[in-house]
């Protein structure tokens, strides 16, 4: 029971980390965007 739990708990906190890594690379992405069109105006 014990092993089944930190297996859960393992593989959600590697989902959450991705998941974050995901989402902050789109705000970067994002920022570059926004500052690309900022230059061209």
Wanted: charge should be negative; include cysteine.
């Amino acid at each position: 029971m014990r092993k089944t739990l930190t297996a859960i708990a393992l593989a959600a906190l590697t989902l959450t980390s991705a998941a974050c890594n995901t989402v902050r690379g789109v705000g970067d992405d994002l920022n570059s965007a926004a500052d690309a069109v900022d230059e061209e105006t």
